[in-house]
């Protein structure tokens, strides 16, 4: 087995494996994401959580590192802050809880809706907007690590979470769901990001043909 590495690069808006519906995977798998070999699901699963610490983020889905599979990690902090990127604590030294959720299914347990909170995602770094409507409660079904059927129920700031990584499983940004004019205003920040997507799928090709050779 391939030794893990200590992180993955995440994939920017404009990779196609970000707008790509992601298939049902199971634990026992074993996954490759490109530019690595072969590993155990659960080895994929503590380096998206070291990714995303590293990142300074509350979640991580699979698609984010190129892997098109229904999971995704997050993680509950002490003081729910909205965004701890760029930030200088030690994250890890917060956490009360850590997640990964292998094919979950998400119900909407209170209808009401929430905009206050500012989203961000890992894959758009630097743009934050408000205004983004998320269920006040959900409830999350999921398969744990060791194949046992989960369920938890999440209010407010965690179930904003749950929804952001969830829609990434189905392709969807946070700015998907805000109007069209929102996107504009980011349309050269966008438009960077998507030649540095482009950028690295080119190195990662290239990479591959050496490896075959």
Same mark, same amino acid.
């Given at each position: 087995?391939?030794?893990?590495?200590?992180?993955?690069?995440?994939?920017?808006?404009?990779?196609?494996?970000?707008?790509?519906?992601?298939?049902?995977?199971?634990?026992?798998?074993?996954?490759?994401?490109?530019? #690595?070999?072969?590993?155990?699901?659960?080895?994929?699963?503590?380096?998206?959580?070291?990714?995303?610490?590293?990142?300074?983020?509350?979640?991580?889905?699979?698609?984010?590192?190129?892997?098109?599979?229904?999971?995704?990690?997050?993680?509950?902090?002490?003081?729910?802050?909205?965004?701890?990127?760029?930030?200088?604590?030690?994250?890890?030294?917060?956490?009360?809880?850590?997640?990964?959720?292998?094919?979950?299914?998400?119900?909407?347990?209170?209808?009401?809706?929430?905009?206050?909170?500012?989203?961000?995602?890992?894959?758009?770094?630097?743009?934050?907007?408000?205004?983004?409507?998320?269920?006040?409660?959900?409830?999350?079904?999921?398969?744990?690590?060791?194949?046992?059927?989960?369920?938890?129920?999440?209010?407010?700031?965690?179930?904003?979470?749950?929804? #952001?990584?969830?829609? #990434?499983?189905?392709?969807?940004?946070?700015?998907?769901?805000?109007?069209?004019?929102?996107?504009?205003? #980011?349309?050269?920040?966008?438009?960077?990001?998507?030649?540095?997507?482009?950028?690295?799928?080119?190195?990662?090709?290239?990479?591959?043909?050496?490896?075959?050779?």
């Amino acid at each position: 087995m391939a030794e893990a590495p200590r992180v993955y690069p995440i994939r920017l808006y404009g990779d196609p494996v970000l707008r790509r519906k992601a298939r049902p995977v199971s634990p026992t798998d074993l996954l490759t994401v490109p530019g #690595h070999g072969p590993q155990t699901v659960r080895e994929v699963a503590n380096t998206m959580l070291e990714t995303m610490f590293e990142a300074r983020g509350v979640g991580l889905a699979a698609p984010q590192v190129g892997l098109p599979v229904r999971m995704f990690v997050a993680v509950e902090y002490e003081d729910d802050e909205e965004e701890n990127e760029g930030g200088d604590a030690p994250l890890r030294s917060r956490v009360l809880r850590e997640f990964v959720m292998i094919n979950p299914v998400l119900t909407v347990t209170d209808k009401k809706k929430d905009r206050s909170y500012q989203e961000g995602c890992l894959s758009i770094p630097g743009i934050y907007e408000e205004g983004v409507a998320r269920a006040r409660g959900v409830q999350v079904r999921y398969t744990d690590l060791d194949g046992q059927e989960r369920s938890l129920d999440a209010e407010d700031y965690l179930a904003r979470v749950f929804q #952001h990584e969830t829609d #990434h499983l189905d392709g969807i940004f946070f700015l998907d769901r805000l109007p069209p004019e929102i996107t504009e205003d #980011h349309r050269k920040a966008l438009a960077s990001m998507q030649r540095q997507a482009k950028a690295y799928l080119s190195t990662l090709a290239e990479t591959g043909r050496e490896k075959a050779k």
